[in-house]
C-alpha cells in the first residue's frame, strides 16, 4: 500500500510540473545616463582656447599641457601643445605614428578631417575600435604656429563593448572642444 501511494505521488507531481511552458529569459539591456551636455569656456594664459564639458576637471600644467578628467567615467584627456619651429611635419608625423601604433590591437582605425578655414584650425578626429589603450585621438593645427593633440584614456581594462558607450558620450565632447578651438 506505501508504494501504491508513493507512485501515485510521483505521477502527480510529475503531471503538474510539466504544466508550465518554459520560455527563455528576454534580453537584458543596460541602461546608462550619463550627465546633459553643458560646455564653459576654457581661459589660459596658453595660445589656444576652447569650450570644455561643465562636468570635467581641468588641470593646465606649465607648458600648456592640460588632462581633462571625467571621474565619473573613469576617464581622462591628455592635451599636448607644441609650438611649431619650422617643424610641423614633423610635429604631425609623430602625432600620426602614436595613432596608428595600435594598429596592432585594433579592429579599426577611422580618421575624419575637420577644417575651419575662418579660425584657421584644420584638425584630425581618430577613432579606435578594438580593445585598445585609447579609442579616440585627435591632432588640431593652424598649419603655422601651433599644433594640439589629445588622446583619450580609461582608467580600466580595455574592453571595448563594454566602454563604447563612454566612448561615444566622450567623442561629442572632444568633437565640441576641436569646432570652439581657437588660437591667440
Keep these: 500500500m506505501k508504494n501504491y501511494s508513493i507512485v501515485i505521488i510521483i505521477i502527480f507531481a510529475f503531471l503538474v510540473s510539466c504544466d508550465n511552458e518554459t520560455l527563455p529569459k528576454p534580453k537584458a539591456f543596460l541602461k546608462l545616463e550619463y550627465p546633459d551636455y553643458s560646455y564653459q569656456k576654457l581661459n589660459t594664459s596658453c595660445s589656444y582656447n576652447f569650450e570644455t564639458s561643465s562636468n570635467a576637471i581641468i588641470s593646465v600644467k606649465n607648458n600648456c599641457w592640460l588632462t581633462i578628467q571625467y571621474p565619473t567615467l573613469k576617464a581622462t584627456i591628455h592635451i599636448t601643445y607644441r609650438p611649431v619651429n619650422n617643424n610641423l611635419q ?25 577644417e575651419n578655414f575662418d579660425k584657421r584650425v584644420f584638425a584630425k578626429l581618430y577613432t579606435i575600435e578594438g580593445n585598445v589603450a585609447t579609442n579616440i585621438q585627435f591632432r588640431a593645427t593652424d598649419s603655422l604656429k601651433h599644433v594640439l593633440s ?18 561615444n558620450y566622450l567623442e561629442k565632447d572632444i568633437i565640441h572642444l576641436v569646432e570652439t578651438l581657437e588660437w591667440q
Excluded at 151 to 166: G, H, T
Design 90 to 114: 614633423e610635429i604631425l608625423k609623430e602625432v600620426e605614428k602614436l595613432t596608428f601604433e595600435h594598429t596592432v590591437k585594433a579592429d579599426v582605425i577611422n580618421a575624419v578631417p575637420y
Design 150 to 167: 589629445g588622446a583619450l584614456y580609461f582608467y580600466v581594462k580595455p574592453n571595448y563593448d563594454s566602454i563604447r558607450p563612454a566612448i
